[in-house]
């Protein structure tokens, strides 16, 4: 009898080391979102075109949404570019991303999902998993082995090793099977190109990188959709312990760099009376982010919108509500004299380039207001 569970021990054992070896090493297209991918990659083609300062808005698919980067750049004049992304990756890679893309003299500006404040969200994600083993290895390699370990033990399941094999199988023997995974697989050049192409851009609406405009903005999300229900009011609330010191790096490192950051609040969908009470939730939120030095572009309530401007989830605005959305963030800009000063900034540095003379100008101080 001991000897039986000595071996069933040993056995399982080998099958874990098996297990944790092929998820953490071996790059398989496994179903995920490849679209992210794709759309990473556009973003930052984008923002290599765009000279700065530029305004740059981060954050998950409500800022894809909901942000017309196009209409800030005529209504302001200064280059701008929507980095929105997908509120299921981790908040470490979104603001990675943005690390990447921000340059000197930049303004990012960050209407983050309400559930990135919260210590709810998991670190890792079987959806997380997935897209780091099928296209974000890069990411994934760049983490200590330790937190790998601790993403396939706390996410996916036992069947996830065996898929990844059979997928290097069918890619390796079969790849007709899984061609549109291999598709987005493609070089970023390959990536870039089709989308300058247009061959990939979509009659209607669709979650694809190649249904952006020039400045990351998503197209075609026309009419009105979404009958659930939308965010709770009093989201966010206080910010979690162990989001502080993530956001706060984020912060410390961006202000050396000459790069200003600002929050923003995210688009509530609001059927009638406000039963909650969303004041209190909001001056703690307001004075978590001034522990870190950081402050909102706006006021919770000036995104309280009406169903009508909703698209297919309570976090998607359609092309209505981004419209309403931007002339709001547009005000704003205006209101704490940020978009003044950056543009006289981008002058002149321009009138200095000759004499390459580059002079660092300091964000214009905007102070944290509590709520009304």
Not at 105 to 115: A, F, K, N, R, S
Not at 117 to 136: F, I, S
Not at 173 to 181: E, Q, Y
Not at 272 to 283: F, H, K, L, R, Y
Request: proline content about 5%; hydrophobic content about 45%.
């Amino acid at each position: 009898m001991r000897r039986y569970f000595v071996q069933t021990i040993a056995i399982a054992a080998l099958f874990l080391c098996v297990h944790f070896a092929v998820v953490i090493f071996v790059q398989a297209p496994v179903e995920s979102a490849y679209w992210v991918r794709e759309l990473m990659i556009v973003k930052k083609m984008l923002a290599r075109s765009e000279p700065s300062p530029r305004l740059l808005f981060l954050g998950g698919s409500s800022t894809l949404f909901g942000i017309d980067a196009a209409q800030v750049q005529a209504e302001t004049g200064m280059p701008s570019l929507n980095l929105g992304l997908q509120a299921g990756l981790a908040l470490e890679e979104i603001l990675a991303f943005g690390r990447d893309v921000a340059r000197s003299g930049d303004t990012v500006i960050m209407p983050l999902e309400w559930g990135f404040y919260g210590c709810a969200k998991m670190p890792w994600n079987d959806w997380q998993l997935r897209n780091a083993v099928a296209w974000d290895r890069p990411y994934f390699e760049s983490l200590p082995l330790s937190e790998r370990i601790n993403a396939v033990f706390t996410s996916g399941d036992a069947l996830l090793m065996p898929e990844i094999l059979g997928s290097k199988l069918r890619a390796t023997f079969m790849p007709g099977s899984v061609a549109r995974r291999l598709s987005a697989l493609a070089a970023p050049g390959i990536v870039e190109q089709r989308f300058r192409s247009g061959a990939f851009r979509t009659s209607a609406f669709a979650y694809s990188a190649y249904n952006l405009d020039d400045h990351g903005d998503m197209l075609d999300n026309e009419g009105t959709h979404f009958a659930g229900v939308g965010v709770a009011v009093e989201h966010p609330d206080s910010i979690c312990p162990r989001v502080l010191p993530i956001l706060k790096a984020f912060a410390d490192e961006m202000r050396a760099r000459n790069v200003r950051v600002l929050i923003a609040h995210g688009p509530y969908l609001i059927d009638g009376p406000i039963a909650s009470d969303w004041t209190a939730a909001e001056q703690r939120f307001q004075h978590d982010l001034a522990r870190i030095n950081l402050s909102t572009l706006d006021q919770r309530d000036q995104l309280f919108m009406p169903r009508s401007y909703f698209f297919n989830t309570g976090a998607h605005l359609n092309v209505e509500g981004r419209r309403h959305w931007t002339s709001i963030i547009v005000a704003d800009l205006r209101k704490a004299r940020i978009v003044r000063a950056r543009v006289a900034a981008a002058r002149v540095k321009s009138d200095a380039a000759s004499s390459h003379f580059d002079e660092a100008f300091p964000p214009t101080a905007v102070a944290s207001r509590l709520v009304r």
